[in-house]
């Protein structure tokens, strides 16, 4: 359960994260996919990471403290299109650089827009987690956007395609922000890591 939640820092470089040993999860996923948005969703904060209906809101690496032992982290998305090439390259390394010298990183949170049919760009990113050694899992987002079987079917379509290249599915999460949908599991999943990280 989540009890406290606190903005810390917001860094531009893995180098000027928070110099602390607590474990952290970050979030990631394509611009506007509804990370920041399930952040607060999951701390009962709506108020905690910011959130626009316009994409290219989080532009900097923000740490959340969960009940004063893990952290939730804020990354700004990937393959936001409108944005200049520079300032895509800059968060390209920006998200690249925490994921790979980030020791404290236990878990990715890959979020999906559910409505959408696997995309390169998600696909390839899952692609070099994975031979980079990072664990992460799949959440698919904004499920209150379509119906049960057209989720489903979107759900089981993506995880045929994942099945072409990975040995081992990732775990994966349907949630929405809206009406809650899949908060408990999702941090239920994180706490179960905790705890089997630390007997
Ligand atoms: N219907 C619905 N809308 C959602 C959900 N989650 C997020 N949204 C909306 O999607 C838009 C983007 O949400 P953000 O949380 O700012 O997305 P983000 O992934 O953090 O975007 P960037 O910071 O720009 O990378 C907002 O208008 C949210 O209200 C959801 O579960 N259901
Ligand atoms: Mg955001």
């Not at 759900?155 to 908060?183: C, H, Q, R």
Request: glycine share 4%.
């Amino acid at each position: 359960m989540i009890k406290t939640a606190k903005f810390i820092v917001s860094s531009s470089d893995v180098s000027q994260c928070p110099a602390t040993a607590e474990r952290e999860y970050a979030f990631i996923g394509r611009s506007n996919v509804g990370k920041s948005t399930l952040i607060n969703c999951l701390c009962n904060n709506q108020k905690l990471a910011k959130a626009s209906s316009k994409p290219g809101k989080t532009l900097l690496i923000n740490h959340f403290l969960i009940n004063n032992e893990w952290y939730i982290v804020d990354l700004p998305g990937y393959g936001y299109a409108t944005a200049s090439k520079t300032q895509r390259e800059r968060l390209r390394t920006m998200i690249e650089r925490y994921m790979l010298y980030r020791e404290q990183l236990t878990n990715v949170f890959v979020l999906i827009d559910i409505r959408h049919e696997p995309q390169k760009i998600d696909v390839e990113f899952m692609q070099w987690l994975g031979e980079n050694g990072i664990p992460f899992s799949i959440i698919f987002t904004k499920a209150d956007k379509l119906s049960r079987t057209a989720a489903k079917r979107n759900i089981d379509a993506y995880m045929n395609v994942m099945e072409e290249t990975w040995e081992e599915l990732p775990p994966y999460f349907i949630t929405s922000a809206t009406e809650g949908t899949g908060k408990d599991e999702v941090i239920e999943y994180i706490e179960k890591i905790n705890k089997d990280l630390t007997e």
